[in-house]
């Protein structure tokens, strides 16, 4: 299989932001089946986003988890 986009250079690498965030509290969104209402420790301020995922995972499986930001 060939890569959609070209490698990138270490040096590039460096140069990007990438943090670790743990999901604080899960909510289901009212009269939605599949919208999750989060909020997110970045590690410098808390945030709230909303994610289509609730058709694919349980609030138990995603609270307290650590993922990419």
């Known amino acids: ?24 509290s899960v909510e289901k969104v009212e009269k939605s089946d599949k919208l999750y209402k989060m909020e997110i420790d970045t590690g410098f301020d808390t945030r709230v986003v909303v994610s289509s995922i609730a058709k694919d995972f349980t609030v138990n499986q995603i609270l307290n988890q650590h993922l990419p930001f």
């Open 1 to 24: 299989m060939n890569p959609q986009k070209p490698n990138i250079t270490f040096e590039d690498f460096q140069k990007l932001d990438i943090r670790i965030c743990k999901i604080l």
